[in-house]
């Protein structure tokens, strides 16, 4: 009788056990059924219900979702090869995310300014970090990683011919991110 009422007991440690990850598995798919809902309204141009029971995504309130420092500009000469044809300004950045989840993808736009506010350059942007098949390529909460960003060099466009000879005092750089991806799948806009 011992025997079968101990045997009972293990049999239901497992049942609930596995019950609770599938309840959890249940709730993450219907979770990610709602960010997509979301999503296909937002594509679809049609408003967006927010609700009430969103969680913050950032580690800190108050800061950037991610902050960048330029560490430096640099001009690099196509060599007229199948991978390096054009001319590029290179500019160089340490991000660093303060989100609460891994990032897979941060998208937004780099504008660069003159001296007095004119407005050089809007170009869209991806950042990730590269495949790495020792280390993960995701960006971890508080990670701070470089990357370059690339800007063509046109010699008929008289802006970028300034972006290039310009030192880095006389022009404002700005980042302004609109969307980010996380590693769980979900997907972020931001103002």
């Given amino acids: 009788m011992k025997k079968v009422l101990s045997g009972l007991t293990v049999l239901s440690v497992i049942s609930f056990s596995f ?83 891994d990032v897979d993808v941060l998208y937004g736009n780099l504008k660069i300014y003159d001296k007095s506010g004119n407005e050089l350059l809007t170009q869209p942007i991806k950042v990730y970090k590269p495949l790495d098949f020792i280390r993960s390529n995701k960006i971890k909460p508080g990670e701070t990683f470089r990357r370059t960003i690339e800007i063509i060099y046109e010699t008929d466009k008289p802006n970028l011919k300034y972006i290039k000879d310009a030192p880095v005092e006389d022009l404002k750089i700005e980042i302004q991110f609109n969307k980010v991806e996380f590693s769980d799948g979900s997907v972020e806009f931001l103002n």
Avoid: C, W
């Fill in 19 to 101: 019950a609770q990850s599938l309840e959890e598995r249940v709730e993450n798919l219907e979770k990610k059924i709602k960010q997509l809902e979301e999503r296909v309204l937002q594509l679809e141009g049609k408003p967006v219900i927010q609700s009430k029971e969103k969680e913050p995504i950032l580690l800190k309130e108050g800061v950037k979702p991610v902050e960048y420092t330029m560490i430096q500009k640099k001009f690099h000469k196509g060599e007229n090869k199948l991978y390096d044809r054009d001319d590029k300004i290179l500019l160089v950045f340490n991000f660093t995310s303060n989100f609460k989840k």
